[in-house]
């Protein structure tokens, strides 16, 4: 079986690599793909799977998709027009044709945002409500910079390739699933106990108990990743086989023996799954449950590598794009470095009980180590010993939840009290976590790796758990010597796994909407961010920086300048600074430099204070401040010194950049004012990064016609209500000889060069 399951793996991964949309990509006909693309207005119908509730807004999960249209309407509303002296019979009959006339095909699922009204409250849809729905179909976004999360390959696993926007209901079934929504407000009245019981933590117990997450704050999330037991927070095989088994033992002691008691086992955790969720951690978990069981009931031996495989062939039957998913990757790499752990054990030969759950514990890592470097970009060094403590308490927690509702179904205080001991450990989880993230090497940030170096990693790897299988059979002396070998080996694996071969500076231009993003990095280990925020995206820092500094194994910056404080120059390095001093990220800065101004606004002073509260240095910068990294030169050229402060784009930071025989000028949001002020310091350049957006009042030709750029990069968001870019500055840039790149339409835009030659490129390119 196993076998069987890495044939599959490699088949579906060439499947792959002839260009074949069986795991990545949009497996609908393209005709249909670019039928929608030329229609985006459509209508649907589907079956409701799953409603998801927030104070603004409301989707809707739909499965068994239909897209219908209609290519005669037009022609038939003509006919139907000049028909209205018919008779009522002639009338239905031509009604009857118009509803004949849709066609319908299969796009299989489809998450619809509804159009929220106002001073309406969220309508409650039954899970199984078939819906008839308008509006504007979109594909689902790709990844706009290096780093981020991949919305494409998480919903390709439900079968999603597509959003409605602005959706509205046109119609609906009086019917519904009894059976769907029995689980839904099953698992609603759960978490309404938890939330009556357990106060600030009900949305961890709802995470652990029930698979809702959408109430857990991402402090916490955060604060669990960076300690290395967010893991804890996900319907796991831990959770399956604490209840499942829990449940066949409690069953048996009952009296219900063996056959009755293993039956209800089956079907309990087959709903509990399906309640959850139905992640592919939770369902891998159930498909092993189910096979240990059953192996119980026939009186067969089971096997957990075959469970597993059996498991893996069954979930990439249902979704191949499971293959490329760390839920899926993780999941089933914890079990197989579960499963190793005896190998490192006896390598080491040792029969203490805390060194043995140690050695577990690091199994556990180095089996997932690429998997979370190529995801994360980083990895919990803490979580190895963090997980000693948390691991064996963590089924007392559980229980601990799952008793408080089972008791709240009775009395809510009682479920209060039941629930003290879970709340208790889970306090002792916080404490711990916030120690974690104060200690300098809690996380180690390694980068994305290559596939190449994955696959060296995991040949290294293979060869030391060789050497530990063959240990047990050799004297003490060999056995120590073979030990040493092996850690020789998975070190150099290590080591292979967090190497990045850097050359010149690189400069990214992230997209972040409309705002700006850029970090500068050199061959010899600088790195500088410069602005980082946005007006038309929330979370910036989270979701597009913090990602990118970590694919990229920038665990320290020498500084971050901030060119002036508009909100889509800072709203994420505020992000970034808070991180920081919380200990929620295991990325640090050196020095936060603001521009030297006489009236310091508000958000300014946040700016210095939450910098302060991190321990980075506060500096501010003014012309003539020069900064050197190696070969890396920054040179301030504006603002002057005592600027009022008070037009923070005219008296933003303007900076030069200067690698060999290279030369950059990044002017924030400066206007031909400034541009004109600057004219005597400025010379040639080879980039330039263009000011407010490619705004109209920016960009003038005197100035661009001085710095002779041969590329400028132009951020702002495609749906930006200020016109940016401008025809007549893009027309300017054009005539100058600059050619202009937009984040807008290629993504992030990366321009690297080794101080004479240079190459630039879009991320979506």
Not at 154 to 183: E, P, T
Not at 535 to 562: N, T
Not at 669 to 697: N, Q, W
Not at 752 to 759: A, C, K, M, S
Request: aromatic content about 8%; overall charge negative.
């Amino acid at each position: 079986m196993c076998l069987v399951c890495l044939l599959l793996m490699l088949a579906m991964c060439l499947a792959d690599g002839l260009g074949i949309p069986l795991i990545r990509g949009n497996p609908l006909p393209e005709s249909l793909q670019a039928w929608i693309s030329r229609h985006p207005e459509a209508v649907i119908c589907g079956e409701v799977q799953q409603c998801a509730e927030s104070e603004f807004s409301q989707s809707v999960y739909l499965k068994r998709v239909w897209l219908l249209y209609q290519p005669e309407q037009k022609k038939i509303s003509e006919e139907n027009n000049s028909t209205k002296d018919l008779s009522a019979k002639e009338s239905d009959k031509t009604e009857s044709n118009v509803r004949d006339s849709y066609e319908k095909v299969s796009i299989e699922n489809v998450r619809v945002f509804l159009k929220k009204e106002k001073g309406k409250a969220n309508e409650k849809i039954p899970a199984g409500t078939l819906l008839k729905v308008s509006g504007r179909l979109v594909r689902v976004p790709e990844t706009r910079n290096p780093g981020e999360f991949d919305s494409r390959q998480y919903y390709g696993c439900r079968h999603i390739y597509y959003f409605m926007k602005d959706g509205v209901i046109q119609d609906r079934s009086d019917s519904y699933s009894a059976y769907l929504q029995g689980l839904v407000e099953v698992r609603e009245h759960f978490a309404r106990i938890f939330e009556g019981a357990a106060g600030g933590d009900a949305p961890v117990f709802e995470a652990m108990v029930l698979g809702v997450k959408g109430e857990l704050e991402e402090e916490v999330k955060m604060r669990y990743q960076m300690a290395g037991i967010i893991h804890i927070l996900a319907i796991s095989g831990m959770h399956i086989s604490l209840l499942g088994a829990g449940l066949n033992r409690l069953l048996k002691r009952a009296g219900l023996g063996i056959f009755l008691s293993g039956m209800i086992s089956l079907v309990f955790m087959i709903q509990y799954g399906m309640m959850t969720g139905g992640s592919v951690s939770a369902m891998r978990a159930v498909c092993m449950f189910l096979m240990a069981t059953g192996a119980e009931l026939l009186g067969r031996c089971y096997d957990g590598m075959t469970a597993l495989a059996v498991s893996a062939l069954i979930l990439l039957l249902n979704s191949p794009a499971n293959l490329y998913s760390s839920g899926f990757l993780l999941s089933f790499g914890a079990v197989c470095g579960l499963g190793a752990a005896p190998v490192l054990c006896r390598l080491v030969g040792s029969k203490n009980r805390i060194i043995n759950a140690l050695l577990s514990s690091a199994a556990v890592q180095l089996m997932t180590l690429p998997v979370m470097l190529y995801f994360y970009g980083e990895v919990s060094l803490a979580g190895i010993l963090l997980n000693l403590a948390v691991l064996p308490t963590v089924g007392a927690v559980l229980a601990s939840g799952v008793a408080g509702g089972l008791a709240g179904l009775a009395s809510l205080k009682a479920a209060g009290v039941v629930i003290i001991p879970g709340r208790a450990m889970l306090f002792l989880y916080d404490k711990l976590c916030i120690l974690a993230g104060k200690l300098p090497w809690c996380t180690w940030i390694g980068g994305r790796p290559e596939l190449w170096q994955i696959g060296l990693y995991y040949g290294l790897l293979f060869l030391a758990f060789l050497f530990g299988k063959k240990a047990g059979e050799l004297q003490a002396l060999y056995r120590r010597k073979a030990a040493m070998f092996a850690a020789v080996l998975i070190f150099a694996g290590i080591f292979c796994l967090g190497w990045h071969h850097r050359e010149g500076l690189t400069i990214t231009c992230l997209d972040v909407g409309q705002g700006d993003g850029i970090v500068l990095e050199t061959s010899d280990g600088h790195q500088f961010l410069i602005d980082g925020g946005s007006s038309s995206k929330s979370g910036v820092g989270q979701y597009q920086i913090l990602p990118y500094l970590k694919s990229r194994g920038i665990h320290c910056l020498d500084a971050i300048l901030v060119s002036h404080t508009d909100e889509d120059h800072i709203s994420g390095i505020r992000e970034l600074l808070t991180f920081m001093g919380r200990g929620l990220t295991g990325v640090r800065a050196e020095r936060l430099i603001l521009p030297e101004w006489e009236e310091k606004s508000e958000a300014y002073r946040e700016l210095e204070k939450l910098a302060r509260e991190a321990g980075i240095a506060v500096l501010q910068g003014k012309r003539g401040d020069v900064l050197l990294a190696g070969k890396l030169e920054v040179k301030l050229l504006a603002p002057e010194k005592d600027s009022p402060g008070i037009d923070v784009n005219e008296e933003g930071m303007v900076l030069e950049v200067r690698y060999g025989g290279f030369t950059g000028l990044f002017t924030g949001d400066i206007g031909m004012e400034t541009e004109k002020e600057l004219l005597p310091l400025l010379s040639d350049v080879d980039f330039l990064k263009v000011a407010h957006h490619g705004s109209r009042y920016s960009s003038g030709k005197e100035f661009l016609e001085k710095v002779k750029a041969e590329v400028g990069v132009i951020s702002c968001s495609a749906a930006n209500t200020y016109g940016h870019p401008a025809a007549e500055t893009v027309e300017r840039l054009e005539k100058s000889g600059c050619r202009p790149e937009y984040t807008m339409e290629s993504g992030a835009v990366i321009y690297w060069t080794d101080g004479e030659n240079w190459t630039v490129e879009g991320w979506l390119e």
